[in-house]
């Protein structure tokens, strides 16, 4: 606490408690927080302001005292003003952060507008709900928030010896939090229902474990796929590479020029200042395939100029996925050894995400592996004969709806086949619909065709089924927690301007500043 605090009562202390001996301490209650509020997305819009270089102010909109409203809930403005409830967030989590970057701040805005949003909401539920902030109840909170104990127990004279500010502060802060507070314990008392956490475990019933093949553009003929890569050279076309980049387009220009006027050596610029994956290795990259390399550009059409640039020389600065980055070409773009096993491989794994031919290829191969098991052939036998790898998956809980309380596919498919269709309904009835051992028709997964068959089904263990009744009451608990939560910003009653009061008003003070 500041040293300084005066110790003259005011107008204000009428709400600081005053305890007395002999008073029993009441019984400490069990505290409930929320863990987390909903994180928004930033708009397009912010993301070029941001890239644009505008600075945000470290502090408040304005000196003086001036508000800005950045929308409403339930017919109550939230404002921006000196001292109040969205001030003082913002001053918190600025003096929480770290770092001064336009994201930073971005982020400090966006936390002490979500919660005063969350505060208002609350506030109001808890009026209509009937619910008040007793002296009372504001009393044993203090006392169980640990700030005045000494030995593990409440000490009245530290409390008295705290400055009236101070106290003022945590009676303000307390006061603030208490509603919130209660709604969550009420949440924490409901009662579970017996039958809901019956139908939970009774899911349990229908564990299945499989084996699987799967059929991937590995598969695909290398004839085919030289043909498909010459077609297209210029997609793998290779270039070598060395790269720096920074967080502003004016620091990239600005190394770029002392490294081409022999000021800095390019290895010392990247290992110095280069924000990239790269910069250990003085920026050395290595060969990259032009898709690859185009994929990094916010401009697409803009990596021609890369491949256009001459041996040794330094690209212009571009806008890329790391920042604002140029380039050294250690050699001259030349196409893909299509001869080497390696760039065959690559070319595979990128066109079986693009190329239909490829798609209807594996398809076929898929159907017909599974047209030959069902006429007879061992499953196991046509997977080895046909080079297949073989996957298991121990027994697992159908789980479309990815509860928390169920291990599934995330848990159990080391291949990761059966985990990318998990919340696929159609696929996931018949993969436990299927009489056992039988296989299931082709299904899509990952940009490749699977050919799967249910091997046994059982129910969960007694363990796992005492694990769900234990953690049941927690999750739900969780649950209603959040489902609270997203009910206040996903509400009718939320009028959100965050954005274009951040931009109107911030943003544009700070880049007049």
Do not use: C
């Amino acid at each position: 606490m500041p040293s300084n605090d005066s110790k003259t009562p005011t107008e204000k202390d009428k709400s600081v408690v005053k305890f007395e001996k002999g008073k029993e301490k009441p019984k400490k209650r069990e505290e409930m927080t929320f863990s987390r509020v909903i994180t928004y997305v930033i708009l397009v819009l912010v993301a070029i302001a941001l890239i644009a270089g505008v600075a945000i102010p470290a502090i408040g909109p304005r000196g003086g005292g001036d508000s800005l409203k950045f929308g409403s809930w339930d017919g109550t403005p939230i404002t921006f003003a000196n001292g109040n409830y969205f001030h003082r967030q913002y001053q918190r989590y600025a003096q929480q952060s770290k770092g001064s970057s336009q994201a930073v701040a971005y982020q400090v805005w966006m936390n002490a507008y979500q919660g005063t949003v969350f505060h208002i909401a609350i506030d109001k539920m808890a009026h209509k709900a009937g619910l008040k902030v007793t002296d009372k109840a504001i009393n044993e909170a203090i006392i169980d928030s640990g700030l005045y104990q000494k030995d593990g127990k409440f000490d009245r004279e530290s409390y008295e010896q705290a400055s009236n500010e101070s106290k003022n502060l945590v009676h303000q802060q307390i006061s603030e939090s208490l509603p919130a507070q209660m709604i969550f314990n009420d949440i924490a008392s409901l009662l579970t229902s017996p039958q809901e956490l019956a139908f939970i475990t009774a899911i349990g019933d229908k564990a299945r474990s499989f084996e699987y093949v799967v059929f991937d553009a590995s598969l695909y003929p290398d004839d085919l796929t030289q043909q498909y890569a010459m077609a297209n050279s210029v997609l793998f076309t290779l270039i070598d590479l060395s790269s720096i980049s920074v967080e502003s387009e004016e620091r990239a220009n600005e190394l770029r020029l002392q490294v081409a006027n022999g000021e800095l050596s390019f290895d010392e610029a990247a290992r110095n200042n280069s924000t990239d994956a790269y910069h250990d290795e003085g920026g050395r990259r290595g060969n990259y395939y032009f898709h690859e390399i185009q994929n990094e550009f916010i401009d697409k059409d803009a990596v021609n100029l890369l491949f256009a640039t001459k041996q040794g020389a330094l690209s212009e600065v571009f806008a890329t996925v790391d920042g604002y980055t140029f380039f050294k070409v250690e050699q001259n773009p030349h196409l893909a050894d299509l001869s080497d096993p390696e760039v065959l491989k690559d070319i595979k794994l990128f066109i079986g995400n693009d190329s239909q031919a490829v798609s209807t290829y594996l398809q076929t191969a898929a159907s017909e592996f599974s047209e030959a098991v069902k006429g007879g052939e061992d499953f196991k036998r046509k997977a080895q004969s046909e080079a297949l790898k073989l996957y298991e998956v121990e027994s697992t809980v159908p789980n479309t709806g990815n509860s928390s309380f169920f291990i599934g596919f995330s848990n159990t498919d080391s291949g990761g086949y059966l985990r990318a269709i998990s919340l696929d309904n159609d696929t996931i009835k018949a993969l436990y619909g299927a009489p056992l051992n039988t296989l299931v028709e082709p299904f899509a997964s990952g940009g490749a065709y699977v050919v799967a068959r249910p091997i046994e089904e059982g129910n969960l263990s007694q363990d796992m089924v005492d694990y769900v009744k234990f953690l049941y009451p927690y999750i739900l608990q969780e649950t209603l927690q959040q489902d609270l939560i997203q009910s206040i910003f996903t509400s009718d009653k939320f009028e959100d301007n965050f954005m274009a009061t951040f931009i109107a008003h911030i943003m544009d003070l700070s880049a007049t500043n």
